[in-house]
């Protein structure tokens, strides 16, 4: 089976890693701010009894008022029998990536929610996701959450020029391996900016100095994906034809940002 990177739309061999252009980079900034606003608004939103599709409905809502575009609303990747029929993914619990949010799918205490989300800006595409628990939850679980969010960071330290996606790779499985948490292998990080999905697909594990060359005018999409048991995923192929689910039940985590390569290294588009 290829993995759902390749067949979420994008990894197509042979496909040249794009630059954009200072202007561009400026659009794709002005977008991440909105998008961070987008996910932090949604998140304060968020309250015990409310469904998944309550949050899309919100988040929806935010991305028109704010004068761009959802453009997940219809995306249809090459794997999929139809579009994806929401402006936001929300994941919860053992739900790994690409919920499809439900108006009979209700929030709950301690639950572990995950809102990944792409809009359109004055022409380009910015991609951000964040988990976090609603009210109490376990300490185990925020180390988990801690830990994945620190190798996001690990890995945008590594994402600068002279180096190669896989120095990302290995800055983010290394940070993940120190605390024995899961790395779901089939999802990866991607470039983006003319796109939802570009290349480079950038895997959360992998070996330093292997790989695309970062260069200047690089955007991309990087996106540690963690459970906190085994790694392994099933696909939800009769169900909704989007959702990804750990195997063994346990509870996942993604947290993800657009950035730009610049000569000082990868600038963060998607924050406030």
Not at 117 to 125: L, N
Not at 133 to 160: C, P, Q, S, Y
Not at 196 to 210: C, D, L, R, S
Request: charged share 25%.
């Amino acid at each position: 089976m290829y993995s759902v990177y390749f067949l979420w739309g994008y990894g197509t061999i042979g496909t040249m890693i794009t630059k954009k252009k200072p202007e561009e980079i400026e659009r794709l900034r002005k977008g991440g701010r909105i998008l961070a606003r987008i996910l932090r608004e949604t998140k304060e939103y968020a309250a015990v009894g409310m469904s998944t599709a309550d949050l899309d409905a919100y988040a929806h809502a935010l991305t028109l008022k704010y004068g761009a575009e959802p453009v997940l609303l219809g995306y249809h990747p090459v794997f999929a029998d139809f579009p994806y029929p929401a402006s936001m993914c929300v994941s919860v619990n053992d739900t790994v990536q690409h919920g499809v949010p439900r108006g009979d799918e209700y929030l709950a205490e301690g639950d572990l929610i995950n809102l990944d989300m792409s809009i359109g800006y004055e022409g380009m595409i910015v991609d951000s996701g964040i988990t976090f628990g609603l009210g109490v939850i376990t300490e185990k679980e925020e180390e988990f959450l801690k830990v994945t969010r620190e190798a996001l960071k690990e890995g945008i330290k590594a994402a600068k020029p002279g180096n190669r996606i896989g120095d990302i790779s290995h800055a983010i499985e290394t940070h993940i391996r120190r605390y024995g948490f899961g790395i779901v292998e089939d999802l990866a990080g991607h470039g983006v900016g003319y796109k939802v999905h570009e290349e480079p697909m950038i895997p959360n594990f992998g070996k330093a100095g292997t790989g695309p060359a970062i260069q200047v005018g690089h955007v991309y999409a990087i996106e540690p994906i963690t459970t906190m048991g085994a790694p392994d995923v099933l696909y939800d192929d009769e169900g909704d034809g989007y959702s990804i689910f750990t195997q063994d039940g346990s509870r996942s985590a993604h947290f993800e940002h657009t950035v730009a390569i610049t000569e000082k290294g990868a600038e963060i588009m998607t924050q406030e």
